[in-house]
């Protein structure tokens, strides 16, 4: 029983100690705009979906954070995935590609910014399909081109180099024993390369969410957001409302932590025979 409890309370010990200190920092400097009070902010998560500072509900901006960030990373799952298991399969594609998209993963997505609003400026998925003003146009006015590309940028190279990878590290000795049985190349594909490559993939797909969560921010810093949880936050501290800034990004740490507990138990459910092969 007390190992079950010493387990229990040891991840707990450094979050309390940390709230501790940051309760007593909050009252000595008795300034809330350097530091709130962790009460404070504790009563704005507390009330998600109460209007803060006349920018809407915290609930209501993750949300449509949420859904640029599916958005972006939809779109760099359906072509990173397809062409990094591609080159990872075709030797003379990878030569071919290899060295031109390795001078654009070393870019930050916050570098593309100037660029982005050059092509892009305040363009929507709304604008780009013509949509007539009403409820619809809103919905989808909130998915500028701008930061959906910062976000498919982010996403796009982790995602790439996970699928490569994962197809190139398959055994070969399966490969060519499955060649010498008379197997096909098309099932050879489906039936080797593919689940073998299945656990990197997924790794790199969890890797990419998480950049894409972490671009989120600057993205929606960009010129046209009105809504989201990074413009809420950009807004905030303009405004000198220190604790909205800090119950926004306590809202993006644990939305990125659920996505990624997600997939977590994704990988321990389907892919656990992986650790057990090394």
């Known amino acids: 029983m007390s190992k079950f409890?010493?387990?229990?309370?040891?991840?707990?010990l450094v979050p309390l100690f940390f709230f501790a200190v940051w309760e007593w920092a909050a009252r000595s400097t008795g300034n809330e705009l350097i530091l709130p009070p962790l009460s404070q902010v504790a009563d704005l998560l507390a009330h998600p979906t109460g209007n803060v500072i006349s920018?809407?509900?915290?609930a209501g901006n993750i949300g449509i954070s949420l859904v640029?960030?599916?958005?972006?990373?939809?779109?760099?799952?359906?072509i990173g995935v397809p062409l990094g298991v591609a080159m990872g399969y075709y030797a003379g594609l990878h030569r071919l590609l290899n060295a031109f998209l390795g001078m654009f993963r070393p870019i930050p997505p916050l570098a593309w910014v100037p660029l982005v609003l050059a092509w892009f400026g305040v363009e929507s998925l709304a604008t780009l399909a013509?949509?007539?003003?009403?409820q619809l146009y809103f919905y989808f006015n909130n998915l500028k081109l701008s930061m959906l590309f910062i976000i498919f940028v982010g996403a796009f190279f982790p995602v790439l180099t996970s699928a490569v990878h994962g197809v190139q590290t398959a055994s070969r000795t399966l490969i060519d024993s499955a060649r010498?049985?008379?197997?096909?190349?098309?099932?050879?594909?489906?039936?080797?390369?593919?689940?073998?490559?299945?656990?990197?993939i997924v790794n790199g797909l969890r890797i990419g969410l998480g950049v894409a969560w972490m671009c989120l921010v600057s993205a929606e810093m960009l010129p046209g957001s009105l809504s989201g949880v990074g413009y809420l936050i950009t807004h905030a501290y303009t405004v000198g409302r220190t604790d909205v800034v800090i119950a926004g990004m306590a809202c993006?740490?644990?939305?990125?932590a659920l996505l990624d507990l997600a997939f977590q138990w994704f990988e321990k459910r389907h892919y656990s025979w992986k650790q057990l092969s090394r």
């Open 68 to 78: 640029r960030v599916l958005c972006g990373y939809a779109v760099a799952v359906l």
């Open 252 to 256: 993006i740490s644990a939305v990125g």
């Open 180 to 200: 010498v049985l008379g197997a096909s190349e098309s099932g050879i594909f489906l039936k080797i390369l593919l689940p073998a490559a299945a656990p990197s």
């Open 5 to 12: 409890l010493s387990a229990l309370c040891a991840p707990l």
């Open 55 to 58: 920018m809407g509900s915290l």
């Open 130 to 134: 013509r949509l007539p003003r009403g």
